[in-house]
Protein backbone atom coordinates (compact mmCIF):
# COMPACT_ATOMS: atom_id res chain seq x y z
CA UNK A 1 0.00 0.00 0.00
CA UNK A 2 1.27 3.32 -0.93
CA UNK A 3 -0.18 5.08 2.01
CA UNK A 4 -0.82 2.66 5.03
CA UNK A 5 -4.47 3.61 5.21
CA UNK A 6 -7.06 0.62 4.99
CA UNK A 7 -8.52 -0.05 1.44
CA UNK A 8 -11.66 2.40 1.27
CA UNK A 9 -10.18 5.32 2.66
CA UNK A 10 -9.44 8.37 1.22
CA UNK A 11 -5.55 8.14 0.96
CA UNK A 12 -5.53 5.01 -0.49
CA UNK A 13 -4.52 4.39 -3.86
CA UNK A 14 -2.00 2.15 -5.24
CA UNK A 15 -0.97 4.76 -8.65
CA UNK A 16 -1.45 8.29 -8.50
CA UNK A 17 -4.86 9.27 -9.29
CA UNK A 18 -5.88 11.11 -12.92
CA UNK A 19 -4.69 14.70 -13.07
CA UNK A 20 -6.86 16.65 -15.99
CA UNK A 21 -4.02 18.87 -15.96
CA UNK A 22 -1.80 15.78 -17.61
CA UNK A 23 -4.25 13.55 -19.51
CA UNK A 24 -1.75 12.42 -21.47
CA UNK A 25 -0.27 9.06 -21.24
CA UNK A 26 3.72 10.57 -20.73
CA UNK A 27 3.59 11.11 -16.79
CA UNK A 28 6.73 12.60 -17.03
CA UNK A 29 5.56 16.63 -16.07
CA UNK A 30 3.08 15.13 -13.49
CA UNK A 31 5.88 13.64 -11.60
CA UNK A 32 7.96 16.44 -11.72
CA UNK A 33 5.09 18.64 -10.85
CA UNK A 34 4.25 16.90 -7.94
CA UNK A 35 7.89 16.73 -6.46
CA UNK A 36 7.93 20.53 -6.61
CA UNK A 37 4.25 20.65 -5.43
CA UNK A 38 5.60 18.64 -2.10
CA UNK A 39 8.91 20.87 -1.18
CA UNK A 40 6.37 23.98 -2.19
CA UNK A 41 4.21 22.58 0.79
CA UNK A 42 6.65 21.60 3.05
CA UNK A 43 8.02 25.23 2.25
CA UNK A 44 5.01 27.49 2.79
CA UNK A 45 2.89 25.43 5.84
CA UNK A 46 6.69 24.98 7.41
CA UNK A 47 7.07 28.48 7.88
CA UNK A 48 3.76 29.10 8.74
CA UNK A 49 4.18 26.96 11.48
CA UNK A 50 1.45 24.64 10.37
CA UNK A 51 0.94 20.68 10.48
CA UNK A 52 2.46 19.46 7.01
CA UNK A 53 0.61 16.54 6.49
CA UNK A 54 -1.74 17.95 3.81
CA UNK A 55 2.03 17.71 1.11
CA UNK A 56 1.81 13.73 1.77
CA UNK A 57 -0.70 13.74 -1.02
CA UNK A 58 2.14 15.17 -3.30
CA UNK A 59 4.38 12.93 -1.38
CA UNK A 60 2.53 10.07 -2.35
CA UNK A 61 1.71 11.05 -5.73
CA UNK A 62 5.19 11.70 -6.78
CA UNK A 63 6.74 8.58 -5.17
CA UNK A 64 4.18 6.64 -7.30
CA UNK A 65 4.94 8.34 -10.75
CA UNK A 66 9.01 9.12 -10.60
CA UNK A 67 11.24 7.12 -10.92
CA UNK A 68 14.03 6.61 -8.13
CA UNK A 69 16.96 7.33 -9.91
CA UNK A 70 15.22 10.75 -10.83
CA UNK A 71 14.01 11.24 -7.40
CA UNK A 72 17.80 10.75 -5.94
CA UNK A 73 19.02 13.09 -8.29
CA UNK A 74 16.97 15.66 -7.77
CA UNK A 75 17.31 15.20 -3.41
CA UNK A 76 21.34 15.95 -4.69
CA UNK A 77 21.02 18.77 -6.45
CA UNK A 78 18.46 20.18 -4.35
CA UNK A 79 21.28 19.91 -1.29
CA UNK A 80 24.09 20.87 -3.26
CA UNK A 81 22.48 23.97 -4.11
CA UNK A 82 22.15 23.16 -7.87
CA UNK A 83 18.67 22.17 -8.39
CA UNK A 84 16.72 23.51 -11.37
CA UNK A 85 13.48 23.89 -10.16
CA UNK A 86 11.65 26.79 -8.20
CA UNK A 87 10.52 25.76 -4.86
Not at 22 to 39: A, G, H, I, S, W
Not at 71 to 84: I, Y
Amino acid sequence: LATGAPEGSRGYYRTAPFDPRFPNTNQTRNCYQNYLDYYRCLKTLGAKGKNTRPCQWYYRVYKSLCPISWVKRWDEQRDDGSFAGRI
